[in-house]
């Protein structure tokens, strides 16, 4: 089980100023064919955060994130992304933005270097400005050393991570990464969490989609939990967990085959040697514990309280469990 800190809450950031919203997502619905990829997804977003769209393949972040960018339209309704609405300013908002696809999209034969001299290019950036960008993003990618090298020489997370660097050449305000670590080594993966936790210091709003809970335990901050179409919950990740998930007891006791009726029990399941035991009771459950330990001379082999964790948020709020 994953042992969650969530971030301290991004509107220190921003200590004495108002926090801008800078993103109204109102009742997106999109049907591809027969197909129903949103049912009617609405959330807002605040400058500053570090967000995860959190569901299984098929849940419909993808489908959300291209909307977000302007890539398809939805069937009907809004986005509002800083102040302005998509529909009718896409260019005007796009320059803020900055895309990761799902897919690897650069040049093989192309050099990182010229990759990124590209697609700056096509993102309005250019001359000294485009160069020392492209520095400046190898540098934060760990591949300054390979910018001469074909892209076709490169794992596909070394790509993965030149395809990060291409959406922050014109500096986006907010970055939005289409499950960018399916399929890549750790060392990659390691590298784009550390890159997007220090461009969210710096004030990045992030927009991250993944089927992996634990990145998102780890990379954000406030959280969606999607599937089939839908936001099933959403919010500061602390919250989710104070919500949805729990409190529950782990004991295991040498020898005991059977739990006794045990008070203020709401389930029991049996989990490796021992037992969970979920209660809203905490302290009289571990009291009463304690005594029958004593009165029957049980050989505990551990007593411990179990975190809530976004697994159990998942399972709570969508009926079936997120394999990652
Ligand atoms: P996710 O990103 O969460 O895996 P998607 O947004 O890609 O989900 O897909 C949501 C649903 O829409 C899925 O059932 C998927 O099969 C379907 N879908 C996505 N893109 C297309 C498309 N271009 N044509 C038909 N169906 C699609």
Wanted: proline share 3%.
């Amino acid at each position: 089980m994953i042992e969650t800190t969530p971030k301290a809450s991004s509107t220190l950031q921003f200590a004495s100023a108002p926090i801008e919203t800078i993103l109204e997502v109102s009742h997106l619905r999109k049907t591809y064919a027969k197909k129903q990829a949103l049912q009617d997804v609405t959330f807002s977003l605040k400058a500053g955060t570090s967000f995860g769209f959190l569901g299984p393949n098929g849940a419909g972040k993808s489908t959300t994130m291209k909307i977000l960018t302007g890539i398809i339209k939805a069937d009907s309704g809004s986005v509002k992304l800083f102040g302005q609405e998509l529909t009718t300013d896409a260019d005007a908002v796009s320059k803020y933005i900055g895309y990761v696809p799902q897919e690897i999209t650069l040049y093989e034969k192309l050099s990182a270097y010229d990759n990124l001299e590209f697609f700056g290019q096509t993102y309005g950036v250019r001359g000294k400005e485009l160069k020392q960008r492209i520095q400046e993003v190898l540098t934060q990618t760990g591949l300054l050393d390979r910018a001469k090298d074909e892209i076709s020489t490169f794992s596909g997370g070394m790509k993965r991570r030149i395809n990060i660097a291409a959406a922050l050449l014109h500096r986006p305000k907010l970055l939005i990464l289409d499950e960018p670590t399916v399929g890549i080594d750790p060392q990659s993966r390691n590298h784009i969490f550390e890159m997007i936790r220090e461009l969210n210091r710096e004030g990045v709003t992030i927009i991250y989609s993944t089927h992996y809970m634990e990145e998102v335990e780890v990379l954000c901050d406030e959280v969606a939990i999607m599937d089939q179409g839908m936001i099933k919950a959403m919010g500061p990740l602390g919250e989710l967990l104070d919500r949805y998930g729990d409190n529950a007891i782990y004991l295991e006791v040498n020898g005991l085959q059977e739990l006794p009726p045990l008070e203020h029990v709401t389930s029991t399941r049996k989990e490796g040697s021992g037992w969970v035991l979920e209660t809203e009771r905490m302290n009289s459950v571990m009291q009463h514990l304690l005594q029958l330990a004593s009165t029957h001379s049980w050989d505990v082999k551990q007593l411990t309280v179990v975190r809530p964790s976004l697994e159990h948020v998942f399972l709570r709020v969508t009926g079936t469990q997120l394999r990652d």
